[in-house]
């Protein structure tokens, strides 16, 4: 990891700005700081040598592994989970794999559920609401940021990619 690169943190679009001695407590160790690429005013502290959290730092998509990503969605099976508590585990660990193929498909699943429900006059759960959101957030400004678009506009792009 180098510092300047842009890299997704946990579900963060985030800049590595530095790689320096901090002390915390009475503990001085490395730590990347990077910050939110949403957020330039807050910072997140990554111990150097704490190989878990260093894992959830990864490189972002290049626009060629974007376009890969999307033309694979109308292929993938969308399950869903009946059990909410069980569908919130599901969804709550995606989103901490970070695995980008896997939050697209949630998002996949997610909407189709939405509009599934909403052609019967009910609505998603808030907690699914929640999670699509959080979900499409990160996408959203990890493909804006790739692509150099507006966020806005990241939906009807894949939407073209899809039909293409």
């Known amino acids: 990891m180098k510092i300047g690169s842009t890299i997704i943190y946990g579900t963060q679009v985030c800049r590595i700005t530095d790689k320096a ?3 915390f407590g009475k503990v001085t160790r490395d ?3 990077l910050t939110p690429v949403s957020d330039e005013r807050n910072a997140i502290f990554v111990p150097a040598d704490n190989e878990n959290l260093i894992a959830k730092m990864k490189k972002i998509l290049s626009p060629e592994e974007i376009k890969a990503l999307i033309a694979t ?3 993938e099976e969308t399950p869903w989970i009946d059990e909410d508590k069980e569908r919130a585990v599901a969804f709550k660990e995606i989103m901490d794999r970070g695995d980008r193929r896997e939050i ?3 998002i996949k699943t997610l ?3 939405k509009q599934e429900l909403e052609a019967r006059g009910r609505k998603l759960h808030s907690a699914d609401e929640m999670m699509l959101s959080r979900a499409e957030r990160v996408i959203y400004e990890e493909f804006s940021l790739v ?3 507006k966020k806005e506009d990241v939906v ?3 939407t073209a990619e899809i039909e293409k």
Do not use: E, G, K, N
């Open 21 to 23: 001695p901090r002390t």
């Open 31 to 33: 730590y990347y700081v």
């Open 73 to 75: 969605l109308p292929r």
């Open 104 to 106: 697209m498909l949630m």
């Open 111 to 113: 909407f189709t559920r």
């Open 147 to 149: 692509l150099d678009i």
């Open 156 to 158: 009807p792009f894949i």
